[in-house]
């Protein structure tokens, strides 16, 4: 399972990082560091990838099972 996070939609909130302090974490100016990436949720981190994207009142956050060719 791949996570994405939408570095246009993303607003700061904070609520991802929250819900997943074990793969996600701030920068200096609240976003989420991850900004903008793709990442692999490690094996065990798919309940807290669920809550992040949850969390997210943007919609920054999306789930998906294998990352887009064109991504
Ligand atoms: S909860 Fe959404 S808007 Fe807030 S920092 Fe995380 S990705 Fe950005």
New binding site residues.
């Given amino acids: 399972m791949f996570l994405s996070?939408d570095a246009d939609?993303?607003?700061?909130?904070?609520?991802?990082?929250t819900a997943a302090a074990d793969m996600?974490s701030?920068d200096d100016e609240?976003?989420?560091a991850q900004?903008g990436q793709t990442l692999q949720v490690p094996d065990g981190l798919l309940e807290e990838a669920r809550d992040?994207a949850d969390?997210?009142?943007?919609g920054?956050?999306s789930l998906r099972d294998a990352v887009d060719a064109d991504a």
């Avoid at 939609?9 to 990082?17: E, F, I």
Wanted: charged share 20%; aromatic share 8%; net charge positive.
């Fill in positions: 996070i939609k993303c607003m700061g909130h904070g609520r991802c990082y996600l701030d609240g976003f989420v900004r992040a969390a997210c009142p943007e920054a956050i």
